[in-house]
């Protein structure tokens, strides 16, 4: 139990724990065995001093199997099988292999998690306490950032919580605790805690404390580098020391729970470390030592951490000093009352969309109001992940509407300054750049997601591109310059929010087209570069993400099965550049009516089977999903340009954007881990070859029809949507799927 003094009691309750001890190791394994095996448990050191939100970060997080600071260790029901044979192991010493060598044996129900740290903990005198906690909503699924959990007990399993129950006070002298009724029940003095799914566990002096998380659901990710002066830093973390020593100035002795956590660590269970910047976390030896890491946390302001910590460390310049210094306040009032992410990101979408109906007026009323209400549409979105990290609220939910809705709202305002610029007076008619800085940004993301994607995990990056931007990063102005260059949300946002109050819906759209243009031309030259001259090893797993993203159909699949070849450095971007180029070349040429654009997409279907006859491992291969991407959605466009019909932009517009938003699940899919879509709404909906030969065989069949392409494109725009919505729907909702947010900071 906590020493006489300490504020770990009632810092695990104001987290949503209740507190309770157990003996020693043998009754913390058998508190644990009685709590059920969906609740998340958690162990504290009672001697751990620090700050609330350390141990907030520590032990509420959702987003990880097992997650742990100095003195205190959170473990989610899929590593459970792993913390029980630590617990074991740990209670019978003598009776086990070193954990290093049960970790290399890999047993049965293991599995190994590409890219996950695997560090050493502080061993630490006998005594511990067991918790459960309550972390998760339900269906939330638990899962690290960036790791791939290919298979085994830690394969993205849902981790399902509720909120903590009656707290229990623990008595000072070790000799009682109390419940929540103020009954008391012995106890032995040297107990540890064990606790239920929303109970905490804190244990005696050689002991831990066991600590129940019932966390408010998405997480923060705290951002900082090495410890402070008071704090020991985790193991493995930035600024970390060895395992089993301090921070510079910190105090410590060894913990019963950091044992816990190297052991699981020889598991292969993937053990989360936060960084903990200048908050303080310690396991003090002795009263003196206790005194020293009391006055480091009382030098330290954890709630002005928390703030900062809500914000991303890496952020546009708009974004991080024209919003963020005040959004994050915004967020924390929303936190104290109670409002979830969801409901944050739900009302920026609301705003964008009532700012698009103001644009869609025509009248330069209309036009500042939507300025106006679009960059208040943009504070929400910022508000919406700095509620998610200050409260730790991530959801599976929450994951899919951000990914979304930020596109959502984008393009449902380029769509209401088209109808605003044909309301207007004259009658400009602006669909075709609507729908031509559409086909841009996405084009654009899909670039971003295709190189990271091919260079997720890749190994030996030796290229002088790289090493160029590392030095510039040193260069302070030269990391804002570079971040404007390639137009961020926050710098787009704002340049469309002014211009719209202060120009023309066509003026707008211009500058967006050559801003985006140019931070195209400029993102895309330095990753062609850097994949020219780098020396790396492409993983299995970034050639099966590369796949899925081209999104090819039955038609590539058909002529790459006849085609099937050997992997060639630059064949798969040559074929599909010269596919790309004919299909778009073809169609500008033939002209609307004319049946060249669909010799033109049979052609590019050919090549773009081609392309993808081999694994792509070549160093410029990401390029083959946006050269699809552009040949698909610049079809469409020029198509519907040329038509004259009336109507055909609005409705490719529409389709566009319906087969954008399936493109923008499978990246988000990805990302998770969790794959594509299923193969069968792939090949359902045509791949991205066939829909481009149905909309060219369109154009050319109905091309002398009265608003018979119209209808044509409204139709299939609707089937799709349909179809995708549906299955994304189903997914995101009912799958377990992980929650994933962007913490990189890279633009959107």
Not at 733 to 746: I, Q, W
Request: proline content about 6%; glycine content about 10%; charged content about 15%.
């Amino acid at each position: 139990m906590p020493v006489a003094g300490s504020s770990l009691g009632d810092d695990l309750r104001s987290l949503g724990f209740d507190v309770r001890t157990a003996a020693d190791a043998a009754g913390v394994t058998e508190e644990f065995a009685a709590v059920p095996a969906h609740e998340r448990v958690a162990l504290v050191d009672p001697r751990f001093v620090g700050h609330v939100h350390a141990l907030r970060l520590a032990l509420t997080d959702p987003r990880f199997p097992a997650a742990a600071t100095r003195g205190a260790l959170t473990v989610q029901p899929e590593a459970r099988t792993a913390l029980t044979r630590a617990l074991a192991a740990a209670a019978h010493p003598e009776e086990t292999a070193p954990a290093g060598a049960a970790g290399a044996a890999g047993g049965p129900e293991r599995a190994a998690v590409p890219g996950a740290d695997t560090r050493d903990g502080d061993a630490g005198p006998s005594g511990g306490a067991v918790a459960s906690g309550a972390g998760h909503r339900p269906g939330a699924t638990v899962r690290a950032p960036g790791a791939v959990h290919a298979s085994g007990e830690y394969a993205g399993s849902p981790s399902r919580t509720r909120p903590s129950g009656a707290a229990t006070a623990l008595d000072p002298s070790g000799a009682t605790a109390l419940d929540s009724s103020g009954t008391a029940a012995a106890l032995d003095p040297s107990g540890a805690t064990a606790l239920d799914p929303s109970r905490a566990t804190a244990l005696g002096p050689s002991g831990t404390a066991a600590a129940d998380g019932s966390a408010p659901a998405p997480g923060a990710h705290p951002s900082g580098a090495a410890a402070a002066p008071g704090a020991t830093a985790a193991p493995g973390a930035p600024g970390a020391t060895a395992p089993g020593a301090t921070a510079p100035g910190a105090t410590g002795t060894h913990s019963w729970v950091d044992d816990i956590a190297a052991r699981l660590d020889a598991e292969g269970v993937p053990v989360h470390r936060p960084e903990l910047g200048v908050l303080v976390a310690a396991v003090p030896a002795d009263a003196r030592e206790r005194a020293t890491a009391a006055d480091a946390v009382a030098a330290v302001d954890d709630e002005r951490v928390r703030l900062r910590a809500a914000v991303k460390s890496r952020d546009g310049f708009f974004t991080t000093f024209c919003i963020s210094p005040y959004s994050r306040y915004i967020a924390r009032w929303c936190a104290r009352r109670g409002l979830t992410p969801n409901q944050v990101t739900t009302a920026s979408l609301l705003t964008a969309l009532i700012a698009a109906a103001c644009a869609a007026t025509g009248t330069r009323p209309g036009f500042v109001s939507a300025g106006v209400l679009l960059i208040a549409s943009f504070v929400l979105d910022c508000t919406d992940g700095q509620l998610a990290r200050y409260s730790l609220q991530y959801s599976t939910l929450g994951a899919w509407l951000d990914a979304t809705f930020d596109r959502a709202k984008e393009y449902a305002y380029y769509a209401g300054l088209a109808l605003g610029a044909a309301r207007a007076g004259g009658g400009d008619d602006v669909w075709a750049l609507a729908l031509g800085a559409m086909v841009l940004q996405t084009c654009r993301h899909v670039v971003d997601f295709a190189f990271n994607e091919a260079n997720h995990d890749a190994t030996g990056n030796t290229s002088p591109t790289a090493a160029l931007s590392g030095r510039l990063d040193s260069v302070g102005w030269t990391v804002w310059a570079r971040r404007m260059i390639v137009l961020p949300i926050g710098e787009r946002w704002a340049m469309i929010a002014v211009l719209t109050a202060f120009t023309t819906p066509r003026i707008t759209f211009y500058a967006l087209l050559v801003g985006c243009a140019l931070a195209a031309c400029y993102t895309t030259a330095g990753r062609v570069l850097r994949s020219l001259t780098r020396r790396a090893e492409r993983s299995d797993r970034a050639v099966r993400a590369l796949a899925e993203l081209t999104d090819s159909g039955p038609l590539a699949e058909a002529v790459a099965k006849a085609a099937a070849r050997g992997a060639g450095s630059y064949l798969a971007p040559l074929s599909a550049v010269l596919g790309a180029a004919a299909v778009l070349a073809g169609t500008a040429a033939g002209g609307f009516g004319s049946w060249l654009p669909v010799g033109c997409a049979v052609l590019y279907a050919v090549l773009a089977g081609v392309a993808v006859a081999a694994p792509l491992k070549g160093p410029l291969d990401w390029l083959v999903p946006p050269l699809f991407r552009a040949a698909e959605y610049g079809t469409i466009l020029i198509l519907a340009a040329r038509s004259e019909v009336n109507g055909a932009l609005p409705a490719a517009f529409g389709l566009v954007a319906a087969v954008a938003y399936h493109h923008y699940d499978t990246v988000y899919r990805i990302r998770g881990g969790t794959g594509a879509p299923p193969h069968r709404l792939v090949r359902a909906i045509g791949g991205h070859e066939g829909r481009t030969v149905v909309v060219t065989a369109a154009a050319a069949l109905l091309h002398d029809q009265n608003q018979g392409f119209t209808i044509a494109l409204t139709a299939l725009a609707a089937a799709l949507a349909l179809a995708v919505l549906i299955e994304s729907i189903r997914f995101w909702v009912s799958s377990g799927a992980p929650a994933v947010h962007d913490e990189t900071g890279e633009p959107a």
